[in-house]
Structures are given as C-alpha cells and as structure tokens.
C-alpha cells in the first residue's frame, strides 16, 4: 500500500465497486475494500497535530445555527467537530462509497446522526435543494496530499465556491503556501531512477519512473540542502482562480553540490492563525514531503543563481530549472 500523495481512488474506481456490491459478494467486497482504501487513513486518523488543528479551527469558524459543508468525509471526523462546534446542520460527502458507509455507521454510533447527513457521493455531483438545504456557511475539506494539490482541493474548492457556497462563506483551509529547497540525495533519487545494475545498463526503464513529484520522508535519507527554503506559490482560497499558473523565481545555491531534485512542502492556514505543515523538521506529520527528481542530476555551484520554473496544473506541481 502507497504513502499518501502516490495514488489516488478515482470515482470511476467507485462506481466499479458500488455496482459489484451485491449481498452474494460481501465477504469477498471486504476484502475489495481493504485493497481500495489507503492504508493512510489510519496514519491519518492518528496525526494527533493535525486532528487539534482542524479541531480548533473548527471550534473558532462554526457558530450554532450554521450549515457546514464538509467535503470528503473519510471516519466523518471533521462533520463531527462541526457538530460539537454546535453546526445544526452538517452535510458531508464522500466519493468512495464503502468509505461514506463507514461513516455513516461511525457518525451514528456517536449520536450525530441527527445533525450530520452522509451523502455518499463526489462532491461535484452536489446539488442545493437536493443534497443540502441551502448554501453552506463553511466549507471545511481536508483534500490534501503530499504536495498540497494531488488530491484534486483544488478543483473541490473552486466548484463548491461556484455551486454550494455564498458570499460570506468561510473556508477551512483558508490559504496555503509552498515552499521549496534544492536537494542533493542521491540515495533518493535512487527510488525513481535507475542506470547502471550489476554492470548493465538499465536506463530504458526510466520511462517508467514517476513524473512529478512522490512522496519522501526526508530525514530517513542522507541529503543535504543546497538551498535555503524558498517561497514558491501561495494561495488564497477565498479569491484566488486557483487555476493553473506558472512561476519563476530565482534560488541561490549556497553549496555546491549534485541537484537531485526540489523537495517541496505546505504549510496551511486553517484561520485564526493556526497553521499545519509537512515541512522537513516535522517528522511526526502523517504527510510526507513531497520531491521531485530531475533524470539527470546537475553540478551546482555555491553563489550561483538558478532560476526555478513551477508549474502548478489541476492536480501536479512541476519544478524545473531552467
Ligand atoms: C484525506 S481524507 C480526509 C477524511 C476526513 N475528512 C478527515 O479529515 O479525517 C479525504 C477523503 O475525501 C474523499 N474525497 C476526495 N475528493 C472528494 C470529492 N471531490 N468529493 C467527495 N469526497 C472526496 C476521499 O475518498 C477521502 O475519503
């Protein structure tokens, strides 16, 4: 099973599962359902920093009387927050629907069921009037992976912006940030690209290898940074188009050394200044950092100046050196 931020359940997958769902094929569904759903729940559900976060800002957005949209329910965990926060209405949608019957079952053996509805589809299939009463006050979506965007928050927020919110309506996260570093590792650019094996040359596997960025825990690596930190792309999700956009910007290498690749990571401003990150020195995060590996390392030089292009799309962010 992958780390969070290398695969993704499509609703295609989903749709799959739902129409084989049949009382015949339970036990076999089971095991099905253990194959489709990451094994990052769990770690997810038990990232102590992340669950306080979303729960105090949660507490601090919600007053009673408010409608709470929470897309992506997984456990049902943030609609639950929602609702000791004293949300009246809650409505949570989940695309997976093995995962929305879960939730269902967990929101009512915690006795919310009154006050949370599970609507066990993809939130661009939503419709006010139908699945929620009117639009909601907030939206609160945890739809993040490794590198911010590969979980489609994007695409999440800017159709519930359009369809499922009004004005005034709040959103959890409200911004982020991406900050970047040049990396020298090649112990981890070993995880994505291969040229010489017992003597033979391999190289034509490479056009397997994964384009874009893939999940890495950096401190179990040897590496160094050939870079500060640097800025890359922030966002707003109140106002921002959130659509794609490319940057340039330049990064003094302050080593020389072999550039592997650009370890990137977030950091979330869930409002009221409370703040979630993946970044390096955080390694008890359920999130890893992200990287991504050029195929063919370069030498830098200390003092030199390079300038970074990122290309942010739908659901990648691509770094290139130019
Ligand atoms: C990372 S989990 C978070 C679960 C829960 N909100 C939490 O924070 O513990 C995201 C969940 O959102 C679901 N999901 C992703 N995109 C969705 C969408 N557009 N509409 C509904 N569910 C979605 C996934 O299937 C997954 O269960």
């Not at 099905?32 to 990232?47: E, G, S, V």
């Not at 995962?99 to 993809?122: L, M, W």
């Not at 940057?247 to 072999?258: A, D, S």
């Not at 300038?307 to 659901?315: A, Y």
Request: glycine letters at 6%.
């Amino acid at each position: 099973m992958l780390p969070r931020g290398t695969q993704w359940i499509s609703a295609d997958a989903t749709m799959t599962l739902t129409n084989r769902q049949t009382d015949a094929a339970a036990a076999s569904l089971d095991e099905t359902d253990q194959k489709l759903i990451p094994r990052w729940h769990f770690a997810m559900l038990n990232d102590v920093e992340r669950n306080d976060a979303f729960s105090q800002a949660v507490r601090r957005a919600v007053v009673p009387g408010m409608c709470v949209l929470d897309v992506g329910s997984g456990s049902g965990l943030l609609s639950m927050m929602a609702t000791q926060a004293g949300a009246n209405t809650v409505i949570s949608c989940e695309s997976v629907e093995p995962v929305a019957a879960v939730a269902q079952r967990i929101i009512e053996s915690n006795g919310f069921h009154e006050r949370i509805t599970i609507v066990p589809k993809v939130s661009f299939d939503l419709i006010v009037g139908r699945d929620l009463p009117r639009r909601a006050d907030i939206l609160i979506t945890e739809t993040v992976d490794c590198g911010l965007v590969g979980e489609g928050l994007f695409r999440i927020i800017r159709h519930a912006r359009d369809h499922l919110l009004h004005e005034q309506s709040q959103i959890i996260p409200r911004r982020a940030s991406i900050f970047c570093a040049l990396l020298e590792s090649s112990a981890i650019h070993k995880n994505n690209f291969a040229s010489d094996a017992s003597g033979f040359d391999v190289s034509l596997f490479n056009r397997f290898s994964t384009q874009g960025y893939f999940p890495v825990r950096l401190w179990t690596w040897e590496h160094r940074f050939l870079s500060e930190k640097v800025p890359a792309l922030s966002y707003d999700f109140l106002v921002d188009p959130l659509l794609e956009r490319e940057v340039r910007f330049p990064v003094r290498v302050k080593i020389t050394g072999t550039l592997h690749g650009i370890l990137f990571w977030f950091e979330l401003d869930l409002g009221s200044g409370i703040r979630l990150s993946n970044e390096p020195g955080n390694s008890q995060s359920h999130w890893m950092q992200a990287i991504q590996c050029f195929e063919k390392p370069c030498h830098v030089k200390e003092g030199s100046i390079l300038t970074v292009k990122v290309h942010q799309g739908e659901t990648n962010i691509d770094f290139e050196i130019e």
